[in-house]
T-cell receptor, first 114, second 109 residues
């Protein structure tokens, strides 16, 4: 079965510091991968998605970037964190079935920027 | 108008009650619809897909109304363990799925 891992689980970083969050998927090949951010009490905001190695689409302009160096690895980065980057970061992968493309989420990384 | 809208609640219901949530969407070209459940400080987990003909999974029933552009989730015989935030998700063509901000449900003993 497919599993998705994210680390770290929680992170406290100072403003202006760099960031690297990692997501890996097991049990599937060539998945579509997604990064979302969920601010406290808010909905999910799509940040990036990827349909293959090296293929990244950005949904919102901001100080974050994403990379997909391997088929089942998706990385979210920042060179300099802002206070507004605090939130719950979720990686997701998707599979297409009869009901359409269904997304499954990893356990998330809770980031607090101070 | 938001692409996907939900009543944030909270809905406070006693055990055994029936509760229903709606979720409206603005893109008439939307093709796929889902309900997710999110527990506090956890990731969303797929509850069920929503089919055109409606579908049922135990105590949960999902319906799609394309004419009025909304989906619904009905929970019968509510359990304490149903307390969570319920997110609807809507997908048109392409790769982007739009999630609602969620409806909070509290089931009380």
């Amino acid at each position: 079965s497919q599993t998705i891992h994210q680390w770290p689980a929680t992170l406290v970083q100072p403003v202006g510091s760099p960031l690297s969050l990692e997501c890996t998927v097991e049990g599937t090949s060539n998945p579509n991968l997604y990064w979302y951010r969920q601010a406290a009490g808010r909905g999910l905001q799509l940040l990036f998605y990827s349909v293959g190695i090296g293929q990244i689409s950005s949904e919102v302009p901001q100080n974050l970037s994403a990379s997909r160096p391997q088929d089942r690895q998706f990385i979210l980065s920042s060179k300099k964190l802002l206070l507004s980057d605090s939130g719950f970061y979720l990686c997701a992968w998707s599979v297409t079935s009869g009901s359409g493309e269904t997304q499954y989420f990893g356990p998330g990384t809770r980031l607090l920027v101070l | 108008r938001k692409e996907v809208e939900q009543d944030p609640g909270p809905f406070n219901v006693p055990e055994g009650a029936t509760v229903a949530f709606n979720c409206t969407y603005s893109n008439s070209a939307s093709q796929s619809f889902f309900w997710y459940r999110q527990d506090c400080r956890k990731e969303p987990k797929l509850l069920m897909s929503v089919y055109s003909s409606g579908n049922e999974d135990g105590r949960f029933t999902a319906q799609l109304n394309r004419a009025s552009q909304y989906i619904s989730l009905l929970i019968r015989d509510s359990k304490l363990s149903d307390s969570a935030t319920y997110l609807c998700a809507v997908k048109a063509g392409g790769f982007k799925t739009i999630f609602g901000a969620g409806t909070r449900l509290f089931v009380k003993a």
